[in-house]
Structure formats: C-alpha cells, structure tokens
C-alpha cells in the first residue's frame, strides 16, 4: 500500500467525523488512485485544515454509523441494543458510542479500525 492510502486508511472516519466536505474532497483527490505530488500536498492540506474543524452531532454520527458497519453482523444481539442507545444518547458532550466503538474493535480484532486516527484519538 502505497504511503498517501495508508494515511488516507488511517484518518478516513476521523476526517469523516470533523467534516464530510473533507472527506468528499479527498474522495476526489483519490479517485482512481492516480497520485501525484501535488495531490499530496492538496491532500496535507485537508487534513491540516479540518483539524480546525470541531467534529457535529451529525458528521460523528455518520462516522460512527461507518464504523458500525464493521461489526453488525458479527455482534450480540446486547451489542446492538448498545449501540442503538449510546447513538440515540450521542452529543459532543457525552460521547459514550466512540469508546465503545473501541471495545468493539478490540474484541473482534478489526485492524482497519483499531489503526485508525478516530479509534486512537481521544
């Protein structure tokens, strides 16, 4: 994998969390993995600018309905009833769906998430 979609593996649902614009953008910049150096730079550039932007109920919401999909269909029926709760609970204030998000990526050993920037940073 080459170095610019292991960054793009790694901030993906963080950047889908702070602004589907950013992600939109960086969707474009990749699409059909023909890279360049000044995409590269254009893509340093989203990332350094959304990490101005604070996350909303809505795009963290999404980003987490993105990582759920990991584990729908692998989860107790208790871990759904979870999940449902904590999204129907979720503000930017109480955020208990983004650590349990975490345990779940522990539990069942997704590496995808367990290396990403939304899973490692608080």
């Given at each position: 994998m080459?170095?610019?979609q292991k960054k793009w593996a790694y901030?993906?649902?963080w950047i889908m969390a702070h602004s589907?614009?950013?992600y939109n953008d960086i969707r474009q910049?990749?699409?059909n993995n023909d890279w360049s150096t000044d995409k590269e730079q254009a893509f340093d550039k989203i990332i350094a600018s959304t990490e101005l932007i604070e996350p909303t109920k809505q795009t963290l919401t999404t980003?987490?309905?993105h990582v759920w999909g990991y584990f729908k269909k692998i989860c107790t029926a208790d871990e759904k009833k979870t999940y449902l709760i904590l999204l129907t609970k979720l503000t930017l204030e109480n955020d208990g769906l983004g650590p349990f998000l975490k345990l779940l990526a522990i539990k069942y050993k997704v590496t995808?998430?367990?290396n990403s920037r939304l899973i490692n940073e608080p």
């Open positions: 080459e170095s610019w901030n993906k649902y589907q614009q950013a910049l990749a699409k980003a987490y309905q995808y998430l367990l």
